[in-house]
């Protein structure tokens, strides 16, 4: 089974910068599709940024997503941090894993870790 985990969230001024990391055992991450959403305070999840995965880093617009090969990690930087960027992230990791021989999809979610931006 896979189990993914994040790390990195807390209480940041609104200006600066954060890295959140998404890790995920039981699969060697590299090839897999990672994907960034967050739900801010009553209000649906939506999706941030996102690495394919066959990628090594993405940009989307304040939100870069980068593969940490060393640590199996993929992290998330959001830069110029606003009040709005508030709210819990999760990781969503895609990808193929050999079961006896068979390459079967999997799709697992991370419990989530909280941003708070002050102003």
């Known amino acids: 089974q896979v189990q993914v985990v994040e790390s990195g969230g807390g209480l940041v001024q609104a200006g600066g910068s954060l890295r959140l990391s998404c890790t995920a055992s039981g699969t060697s991450f590299r090839s897999d599709h990672v994907d960034w959403y967050r739900q801010p305070p009553e209000k649906q999840r939506e999706w941030v940024a996102g690495?394919?995965?066959s990628g090594v880093s993405s940009v989307t617009g304040r939100f870069t997503v980068s593969r940490d090969n060393r640590k199996s990690a993929v992290n998330l930087r959001i830069d110029s941090l606003k009040p709005e960027d508030t709210g819990i992230y999760y990781c969503?990791?895609?990808?193929?894993?050999?079961?006896?021989?068979?390459?079967?999809?999997?799709?697992?979610w991370g419990q989530g870790t909280q941003v708070t931006v002050s102003s």
């Open positions: 969503n990791v895609r990808g193929l894993r050999n079961i006896r021989g068979t390459l079967l999809p999997f799709d697992y």
């Open positions: 690495m394919p995965g």
